[in-house]
């Protein structure tokens, strides 16, 4: 029984990485490789510490946010924005998908939390949970300011590109830290996620 417990797992892992390749590369290849690796990594990650730029895109505006993110896998996610000015301060904490907003030591109950990830506070908890379980249909290398990244689209199991919504992500290929992560609906970029901090234990 025990090894069979033991096996749930990486049976799991490759079930959700069985797509993986559909970019260009051979299955079993190092991106596909890379991305099982990273995946573990991501799924025993019991906290995470970062910055990340967003941009949201709402086709008749643009919003752009700079958010700190303070997540605990078993206790709550705090993000703050630090930017723009105006708003800087205002703080989201997310527990249990449930969300408030905290400001001046007033704090807001907002409800639960949107799984689609399109909106700034939805996003960081949608990029994780598309990291540690999100079905993996391409996945490839790719050189972006002269760093190797690995870029990894999870989409649905039936799905087809550029229907529905998407999710890609960027991971550094040496530190396996997440640099960028993309959410799109129907092929349009709805939120841009840049990463300029991330730690995770």
Same mark, same amino acid.
């Given at each position: $029984?025990?090894?069979?417990? $033991? ?37 025993? $990650?019991? &906290? ?25 896998? /078993? ?14 301060? @205002?703080?989201?904490?997310? %527990? ?25 506070? /939805? ?7 598309? &990291? ?8 490839? $290398? ?9 870029? @990894? ?46 730690? %995770?234990?």
């Amino acid at each position: $029984m025990r090894r069979l417990r $033991m096996c749930v797992p990486m049976m799991l892992l490759v079930l959700l990485l069985s797509a993986c390749g559909g970019a260009g590369e051979a299955k079993g290849s190092p991106a596909e490789e890379l991305a099982l690796v990273i995946r573990g990594e991501f799924l025993d $990650m019991t &906290a995470l510490e970062a910055v990340m730029e967003v941009t949201a895109d709402y086709g008749q505006r643009v919003y752009e946010y700079t958010i700190q993110v303070s997540y605990e896998k /078993d206790g709550e996610t705090v993000l703050t924005l630090t930017a723009p000015a105006e708003l800087a301060g @205002i703080t989201a904490r997310i %527990r249990d998908k449930e969300t408030a907003l905290e400001y001046d030591g007033v704090r807001w109950e907002t409800g639960a939390l949107n799984d689609s990830g399109m909106s700034p506070v /939805d996003a960081i908890p949608a990029l994780l949970r598309y &990291a540690q379980k999100g079905f993996m249909a391409e996945c490839g $290398m790719e050189t972006v300011e002269e760093a190797e990244l690995l870029r @990894i689209v999870c989409r649905d199991p039936e799905g087809t590109a550029g229907v529905g919504q998407e999710c890609s992500l960027w991971f550094d290929s040496e530190t396996h830290a997440l640099v960028r992560g993309e959410l799109s609906q129907d092929g349009f970029t709805v939120i841009q996620c840049r990463f300029t901090e991330f730690a %995770r234990s």
